[in-house]
């Protein structure tokens, strides 16, 4: 391994699934989704072209089946442009040093992200008191130490666009994590939301397994900024996109985002910010 990179000293297999699991599914011709457990990677491309990017990059040992996924759908021996981070917990980057090592690409995240990618910096402790359920009270398992990309990570340009994806700009969308990025495309209203919203109830462990599709705000347990979550998902459903992939659940699209989305905009405080929970003060509002 690449002596420069470095996962959190508690980085481990997470023994939990889901009916999506190794499961993709193509969203438009060049906007590929696969779900590595419980959560999703997107590639970005055109199928048997050199010309991709792999936006996030799964949950821990999950490098081969990746690699074997790039290859079915890109061909032998491909490999992206670069690896694009929504933000950087583990279930997002649980692949990424073997994925970088076997690849020699670089990786973009954003400016606020880079503490967390770099060892500078830890996220806050997951929140298993947050109601919702099993995947909720697991949380304090997953390995939250930061893990030590060197000099493999940039920052993504100022300017909003994205390398490698042209059409695409990034839209910051903070709360989740303070570097958290959401990639959109306005020609066909094509969003990657990230962890910003998602489409499954990811506290349960029932709905995560059955992958049953229900708007939501970001995973309870590892969000510290409701506030800030809030104005991101309102920033999002401004941009009215007719297609969304998130880091967790099924792609969504047409009247049933839409109207998922205005949901959430109105009804946040009740479906995504827990009652309770290390990170919430509802009194405050
Ligand atoms: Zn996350
Ligand atoms: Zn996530």
């Known amino acids: 391994m690449d002596q420069h ?3 959190g000293g508690d980085y481990k297999y997470i023994p939990t699934t ?52 790039t290859e079915d759908r ?34 973009y995240a954003h400016e606020l992200e880079l503490p967390f990618l770099t060892e500078q910096q830890r996220y806050p402790e997951p929140d298993p008191t947050v109601e919702g359920g099993m995947v909720a009270k697991m949380s304090p398992m997953f390995p939250n130490e930061p893990i030590d990309l060197g000099s493999h990570v940039e920052k993504l340009p100022s300017d909003g666009s994205v390398p ?7 839209i910051h969308t903070p709360g989740h994590s303070p570097g958290h990025v959401s990639l959109f495309r306005e020609k066909d209203g094509a969003l990657i939301a ?9 506290e349960s462990l029932y709905k995560v397994l059955t992958q049953e599709q229900e708007i939501s705000g970001p995973p309870r347990y590892l969000t510290p900024d409701w506030e800030a979550a809030k104005e991101s998902v309102i920033k999002l459903e401004s941009l009215k996109p007719t297609v969304a992939v998130t880091g967790h659940g099924l792609p969504m699209s047409g009247q049933l985002l839409s109207t998922s989305l205005e949901k959430l905009v109105r009804e946040f405080d009740s479906i995504a910010v827990p009652d ?6 509802k009194n405050k509002h």
Do not use: C
Not at 194 to 202: E, H, L, S
């Open 18 to 69: 889901s009916v999506g699991s190794g499961v993709g599914i193509e969203v438009l011709p060049d906007l590929f989704n696969y779900t590595v457990q419980i959560v999703n990677i997107h590639f970005v491309g055109n199928p048997k072209t050199d010309d991709f990017v792999l936006v996030d990059a799964g949950m821990p040992d999950s490098a081969e089946e990746i690699i074997s996924t």
């Open 164 to 170: 490698h994806m042209p059409d695409f700009k990034w």
């Open 276 to 281: 309770h929970g290390k990170y919430v003060d």
């Open 74 to 107: 890109f061909g032998k021996n491909s490999r992206p442009k670069a690896i694009i981070l929504t933000h950087g917990h583990f279930d997002h980057v649980g692949a990424i040093i073997e994925l970088v090592d076997h690849w020699q690409i670089p990786v």
């Open 194 to 202: 990230g962890d910003a919203f998602v489409t499954v109830k990811q």
């Open 5 to 7: 990179m470095n996962y």
